[in-house]
């Protein structure tokens, strides 16, 4: 009997291990291949987590007055990001029909989601101007209460930096570059790797090489059936796509 109980609990230990390490799915500007939604629009961050995604992942960038919007391209509709201010970009539209978002106001949205937040700030004109975006990104998170919920990711060291030294301890940071060794990562203080599917596919004994560390691996953008199977083998932690009901698919 006594024997059996082990049995039962060592396979018991092993269905939540493989649970723990299963690749998580990332919604890329949130799930925007929906009708009514738009990429970076708060419908498609509500969306992702209607489905139960992991996470949603959005872009920010700084504007003329200081201050932060939901944005991917650094120009939108013939509306610079930087060189625009909050209120003359927040009156344009999205394809759905929603206002371009302030990230005050994409945040209120969020609060009422148990999706995780994957916050990009995108590379500014000078790492003043990144320095100043870190800052009042990390005071509104903590000002709306989610710190617990949020990671964030760059293709900026210099921002990653900023937001490893100005971030709560263990929020998770991401480098989005591409050209730093697992090692490296973790002598920074990041959580790991954020690369494109193509520098994982180069080296994909660096995601091995993230776990020994303690650190996890994400990738970006992965919306082949093929490049899922591949990465989810290999035990990727995150996988950022546009397709994540399809990814959803593979993992089951």
């Known amino acids: 009997m006594r024997f059996r109980t082990i049995i039962i609990t060592s396979i018991f230990i092993a269905i939540v291990?493989?649970?723990?390490?299963?690749?998580q799915v990332i919604a890329h500007r949130g799930f925007w291949k929906t009708e009514g939604s738009a990429q970076n629009s708060i419908a498609a961050l509500l969306?992702?987590?209607?489905?139960?995604?992991?996470?949603?992942?959005?872009?920010?960038?700084?504007?003329?007055d200081n201050e932060l919007v939901v944005n991917h391209d650094p120009i939108y509709k013939m509306r610079s990001m930087e060189h625009s201010t909050l209120e003359e970009l927040t009156k344009?539209?999205?394809?759905?029909?929603?206002?371009?978002?302030?990230?005050?106001?994409?945040?209120?949205?969020?609060?009422?989601t148990n999706t995780r937040l994957i916050l990009e700030l995108k590379k500014l004109r000078n790492e003043r101007q990144e320095?100043?975006?870190?800052?009042?990104?990390?005071?509104?998170?903590?000002l709306m209460n989610l710190e617990q919920r949020v990671?964030?990711?760059?293709?900026?060291?210099?921002?990653?930096k900023e937001f490893i030294r100005?971030?709560?301890?263990?929020?998770?940071?991401?480098?989005?570059?591409?050209?730093?060794?697992?090692?490296?990562?973790?002598?920074?203080?990041?959580?790991?790797?954020?690369?494109?599917?193509?520098?994982?596919?180069k080296h994909p004994?660096?995601?091995?090489?993230?776990?020994?560390?303690?650190?996890?691996a994400n990738v970006w953008t992965v919306d082949k059936e093929e490049d899922m199977k591949w990465l989810i083998k290999l035990g990727i932690d995150f996988i950022t796509t546009n397709e994540p009901l399809i990814l959803q698919k593979q993992l089951k």
């Open 151 to 160: 990671e964030y990711i760059s293709f900026s060291l210099h921002a990653v």
């Open 205 to 216: 004994e660096w995601i091995m090489e993230c776990h020994k560390l303690g650190m996890k």
């Open 166 to 201: 100005l971030a709560p301890p263990q929020t998770p940071v991401f480098y989005l570059g591409g050209e730093l060794t697992p090692q490296e990562l973790k002598e920074l203080g990041c959580a790991g790797p954020d690369y494109q599917v193509g520098i994982f596919k």
């Open 17 to 23: 291990s493989q649970m723990q390490a299963q690749t």
């Open 47 to 64: 969306k992702a987590d209607s489905i139960g995604c992991y996470g949603s992942e959005f872009d920010v960038w700084l504007t003329k």
């Open 131 to 142: 320095t100043t975006a870190v800052e009042k990104i990390v005071r509104l998170i903590k």
């Open 92 to 112: 344009l539209r999205l394809n759905n029909g929603e206002e371009l978002p302030s990230l005050e106001k994409y945040l209120k949205a969020a609060q009422k």
